[in-house]
């Protein structure tokens, strides 16, 4: 027999790796959402609408970062002798609220992208539309992730361990809860999450089509060019167009002055592709697994312990690559933070 301080000591030692692993992903996350926060809503100015949901998705990415990173250590570190039923309830319900807000976030994104892409001169999502998307995202992600307030909760005592002293062991079924019902809820994650993903790709796809049609070189070499085309061409780069005069009307052609057209469409179609890629790979390894836990009939042991826990936890990954690729597709996010780090410096060598 073994007391639960000791077997907590032992499973700890076992998951360092793990543990490691996940408090730097951490502090990139966290980072690059504070970050992301400070420029878009202190030094970026959305004339457009266009960045609305970027400093709301680093929020939420922000607190998903966290809760994660509080979960996981605490689950790693103090598995047999949890701090309490709170931390074991709240912590998961803010790690699936936070994961299903942020892939509805990345749903509306796609919508707001596809109207302004490839339908410019229909209806536009208003700042009062963004709004009530996002009420309808808050509701649904507080109904779905409330089930889990249920289903986890302190066990005191261990099916498969003789262990002395008290146990305080998180667990999401404790014997009173069935499991089949658990099953069946982590199924409806990953349905609904697997419909998020087609939906999003969906509305991504006639948009890498449109990028791709109206910055082709073939295309924009045609002297009757379609001047709507152009307009999208100014909106698809973020550039200002210029306007000139043939036969008495005004034509729009978009700068190029800041990079060329063939670097803005491999640049924005890739930005669409990496978003869906890193959503996909991020939430269905993490419910999949998830899944396996409840059907799995043996102990996973050794490293691959270490691999199993990564990928259950898979979903923080989202949290964390988000504002890295909004960073690095925004041109002027760029420039603003150059700035701002310049300004830094400036401010920091004068103080010596």
């Known amino acids: ?17 793990s543990t490691v692993i996940q408090i730097i992903a951490a502090i990139f ?11 878009y809503t202190k030094y970026i100015e959305d004339k457009t609408g266009c960045r609305y949901f970027i400093p709301i998705l680093a929020v939420v990415d922000l ?10 250590y605490l689950d790693n570190t103090m598995r047999y002798i949890y701090p309490g039923a709170f931390l074991c309830k709240t912590m998961p319900f803010l790690i699936i609220f936070t ?5 509805f976030l990345i749903l509306a994104i796609a919508l707001q992208r596809y109207l302004v892409i490839c339908r410019p001169f229909g209806k ?14 808050l509701l649904i992600c507080i109904g779905y992730a409330s089930p889990i307030l249920k289903f986890k909760g302190i066990s005191q005592k261990l099916k498969t361990l003789n262990v002395t002293g008290n146990v305080s062991f998180c667990h999401i079924d404790d014997g009173t809860n069935n499991s089949s019902a658990i099953i069946t809820y982590h199924g409806t994650l990953l349905f609904l999450s697997l419909t998020n ?21 073939t295309r924009q070499k045609q002297p009757n060019r379609d001047p709507k085309e152009n307009i999208n061409l100014a909106v698809i780069t973020l550039t200002k167009p210029q306007q000139q005069r043939v036969n008495d009307d005004t034509i729009y052609i978009p700068s190029t002055e800041r990079s060329p057209e063939q670097t803005a469409r491999r640049n924005i179609s890739v930005m669409y592709l990496v978003i ?21 009939t043996e102990e996973i042991k050794g490293y691959l ?28 996010f760029r420039k603003e933070l150059r700035k701002f780090c310049c300004s830094c410096i400036r401010r920091r060598q004068l103080n010596y």
């Open 276 to 296: 869906i890629v890193v959503y996909v790979v991020s939430y269905v390894t993490s419910l999949v697994t998830h899944i396996y836990q409840f059907a799995k």
């Open 29 to 39: 996350g966290v980072f690059g959402n504070v970050l992301v926060l400070l420029m």
């Open 124 to 137: 536009q999502m208003t700042p009062k539309m963004c709004r009530i998307a996002i009420l309808l995202i």
């Open 63 to 72: 607190l998903g970062s966290l809760s994660n990173v509080i979960e996981f």
């Open 305 to 332: 312990r270490n691999i199993y826990v990564l990928c259950y936890r898979f979903n923080h990954l989202n949290h964390i690559a988000n504002p890295y690729i909004y960073w690095f597709y925004d041109i002027q």
């Open 197 to 217: 993903i087609v939906i999003t790709s969906i509305l991504y796809l006639p948009v890498i089509r449109t990028i791709y049609k109206i910055l082709s070189p």
């Open 99 to 103: 994961g299903g807000f942020s892939a």
């Open 1 to 17: 027999m073994a007391d639960a301080q000791s077997l907590s000591e032992k499973y700890s030692e076992l998951l360092l790796p």
